[in-house]
């Protein structure tokens, strides 16, 4: 499998913080439709969220106005490995209902025969 040495974007995926609840709900229910070597999480709503990539376990926790960068190729090991977020991996989201939007996006290098 030999990759392009191009990168590409997956679709954002966003959900609106005004329909937040103490429940996990999926931000992309239908998961991410490519490996991604950088996940970007912005929280531009008006409340802290927590976020899961399983939908049951706490895994990130995000004031409001905050950004993360999660470049996933900077953990691989040993050398010359690749660290991707797999592909099909929904987001959750759960908080206190605000205003504002959270967004996730993603980058991925594709394959040649993509």
Do not use: R
């Not at 010359?80 to 797999?86: E, F, G, I, K, R």
């Amino acid at each position: 499998m030999a990759y392009k040495s191009t990168v590409q974007a997956v679709p954002l995926s966003t959900f609106a913080s005004s329909a937040l609840t103490g429940s996990y709900q999926a931000v992309n229910a239908t998961g991410l439709p490519s490996e991604i070597f950088c996940l970007v999480i912005t929280n531009g709503s008006s409340t802290a969220v927590t976020m899961s990539y399983d939908g049951v376990n706490d895994h990130e926790y995000m004031l409001s106005g905050g950004t993360k960068v999660i470049n996933f190729q900077t953990n691989a090991a040993p050398n010359n490995w690749t660290a991707l977020m797999a592909k099909g991996t929904v987001f959750y989201v759960k908080g206190t209902a605000g205003t504002g939007t959270i967004a996730f996006s993603g980058y991925f290098q594709p394959i040649n025969n993509q």
